[in-house]
């Protein structure tokens, strides 16, 4: 699946069983919270914090997910081209960045 079909998708799915989009704002507060979900675990399954017994059987992916679905979301309320966003992104990034990471000495192994 491309971002293009994950962005169609989703404006399908939400156009049909969501009834409609929540508003921006309700968006992204969902976002955060979601966001918040997948903190949750990282800092239980890498970090120093424990499970509780009822976090046990939490899906990391799934958690993931949902964060993208929001922000799937959000793009499409605002009509942003993920494809193209991430791809200009990743072309700011790679000039900006071309020797910066290959030159940090925190990163050499």
Not at 3 to 18: F, M, S, Y
Not at 60 to 72: C, K, Q
Request: hydrophobic residues 40%; aromatic residues 6%.
């Amino acid at each position: 699946m491309t971002i293009k079909d994950a962005q169609e998708l989703v404006d399908k799915w939400i156009t049909t069983t969501g009834v409609r989009y929540f508003n921006e704002l309700t968006n992204t507060a969902i976002l955060m919270e979601e966001v918040g979900e997948v903190a949750r675990i990282m800092s239980r399954k890498y970090g120093e914090q424990s499970f509780k017994k009822s976090d046990e059987q939490v899906d990391l992916g799934e958690e993931m997910a949902d964060v993208l679905f929001v922000l799937i979301c959000l793009a499409n309320q605002t009509g942003i081209d993920l494809t193209a966003a991430l791809e200009k992104n990743l072309d700011k990034k790679s000039i900006r960045d071309a020797d910066r990471h290959k030159n940090n000495p925190k990163l050499q192994q």
